[in-house]
């Protein structure tokens, strides 16, 4: 029995099993006819949707071409009109231009009228006085001379008078601008007075030490002038020694050298050479950044490197006892302020000023002005040509052209021209005094010559008999002249010419 049951479980699983495959089977033919029954409906669909875009497509073209056809219509048009336009005017230009070419050619034709009656004019005024001079029995130039004799004769006073009363009016106006323009410009700068002798002190920290600086049999002392080319003296001062020298370079090498061995202790000939090579190395490194610094101070901008470093190397060079770069930047200063007063470039002066003495950097090597070198270095440096003229200029030995080099001159001399700024030797400024004096007295109808103040007034003392008061005013004149011309001086002189006229009667 169990076995029959088993028999109809297994038949019952089966007959279950293939109806249910079956039944799947029927299920999945019905989805996919369903499915292939869509998808042809879709693609009859996207076929209609398909034909409907492609027509509105071409409608669409076919609008669009029309639209351009319609604007290049119009485009063509609007050129047309334009030609037509510049076709007028063009017609109308050339018309003018044939109407003004006959008006030149009349002009041309007047012109030359004109020219052949002024020639015609100027031959008969030829001719008449021509007949003039034969009738007079005179020349033009005779009468005009003889004319003006017999008006200075009659008016000799009146002229003077005239004369003294214009330039006294001129020279009125002159001094009070000038005096504006120079108070202005020293008022916006006060620099110091700077004065270096040829000396420099170096302390020693006790009197054992000079012994060490001279070393056995001088060794040590020789050795040190050969090397940094300077004298040093070593006498009875306590605790100083003296380095002596015209060179402020190397003056300055060896002051640095000498306290660095008197702070090290060990002084012999190798440590020398050795210290004096590093000081060298050290002063080039200073000497760039003084040239820095005054470029920085001045405010001038534009400066090659290497004029730089020649603007430092003035720092260690004198003038009369003047430091020359304290010198150029108080130049600089008073060029820009006076230059702001009357209108002319400040850069440039500013910066023609502060290197107007470049040449004195290496005057000492090249044969020359120092204001010619100048002007070579800048040229080379690629200055601009105001700079590089008012440079060459400003001591006159060359002629200002610009009111940037005018303003340059004045400024060097004002600089100059401050009570002690310069040193000069007392037989230099006698020398000028004697030759400021020799230039008047060798004039006619001079009497006395005195150079007084300094010698920045000259008074000169005529022959009232032998000289009128126009002839005084010429002579002054003519001595300022020739002054200007024959001698050298720093600043300006006045020349005072004196003619003094005495009456004497006695009562008896």
Do not use: W
């Not at 006819?33 to 996207?46: C, Y």
């Not at 210290?275 to 060298?280: A, G, M, N, Q, R």
């Not at 020359?324 to 302020?337: I, N, P, Q, T, Y």
């Not at 037989?427 to 006619?444: G, V």
């Amino acid at each position: 029995m169990p076995t029959i049951y088993v028999i109809l479980s297994l038949g019952g699983f089966v007959i279950g099993g293939a109806g249910g495959y079956f039944l799947r089977k029927m299920q999945a033919k019905r989805r996919k006819d369903t499915a292939e029954a869509q998808a042809e409906e879709l693609i009859r669909e996207a076929k209609s949707k398909e034909k409907e875009i492609i027509l509105e497509a071409k409608d669409e073209s076919i609008k669009l071409k029309e639209r351009a056809k319609r604007e290049e219509n119009e485009r063509r048009k609007k050129l047309e009109e334009t030609e037509n336009r510049l076709a007028k005017k063009e017609e109308s230009l050339d018309q003018k231009v044939d109407k003004i070419e006959k008006i030149q050619q009349k002009l041309e034709e007047k012109a030359k009228t004109l020219q052949e009656v002024k020639q015609e004019l100027e031959e008969l005024r030829v001719k008449q006085a021509a007949k003039l001079e034969e009738i007079a029995g005179i020349s033009k130039q005779d009468a005009r001379d003889l004319l003006l004799k017999k008006v200075e004769e009659e008016y000799r006073e009146d002229i003077v008078e005239r004369i003294n009363k214009v330039e006294l009016e001129y020279k009125a106006q002159a001094d009070a601008k000038a005096k504006h323009f120079i108070a202005e410009a020293m008022q916006r700068y006060v620099g110091e007075t700077v004065s270096e002798s040829t000396v420099t002190i170096v302390n020693l920290p006790n009197d054992e030490m000079k012994g060490r600086v001279i070393g056995r049999e001088g060794r040590n002392i020789n050795a040190f002038e050969r090397i940094t080319g300077v004298d040093v003296i070593v006498d009875d001062s306590p605790g100083t020694v003296v380095i002596s020298g015209f060179d402020l370079v190397r003056r300055y090498i060896a002051k640095l050298a000498l306290e660095k061995l008197i702070s090290d202790g060990r002084i012999h000939p190798t440590r020398i050479e050795e210290t004096v090579e590093k000081c060298k190395e050290e002063v080039n490194k200073i000497i760039k950044e003084f040239g820095e610094k005054v470029v920085y101070d001045t405010g001038v901008t534009g400066v090659h490197p290497d004029l730089i470093k020649l603007l430092g190397r003035l720092r260690f060079r004198t003038s009369y006892g003047q430091n020359v770069l304290k010198h150029s930047m108080e130049v600089s200063f008073l060029a820009g302020a006076l230059a702001e007063e009357l209108g002319a470039d400040a850069n440039i002066a500013r910066k023609a000023a502060l290197l107007h003495d470049i040449g004195k950097a290496v005057s000492h090597e090249i044969q020359g002005s120092h204001a010619l070198i100048g002007r070579d270095i800048a040229k080379k440096y690629g200055l601009s040509e105001k700079v590089i003229h008012a440079i060459e200029a400003h001591h006159g030995e060359v002629e200002p052209q610009t009111l940037e080099a005018v303003v340059v001159q004045i400024a060097n001399e004002m600089a100059n021209a401050r009570p002690g700024a310069k040193k000069d030797a007392l037989e230099s400024h006698i020398k000028r005094l004697e030759d400021l004096e020799k230039a008047a007295m060798d004039f006619a109808g001079v009497k006395k010559v005195f150079a007084v103040q300094a010698g920045r007034e000259l008074r000169v003392i005529v022959d009232p008999e032998a000289l009128d008061d126009l002839q005084a005013l010429k002579l002054s004149r003519d001595i300022a002249n020739k002054i200007e011309k024959d001698l050298e001086y720093p600043g300006q002189i006045k020349v005072t010419v004196m003619r003094e006229t005495r009456v004497l009667e006695y009562a008896r």
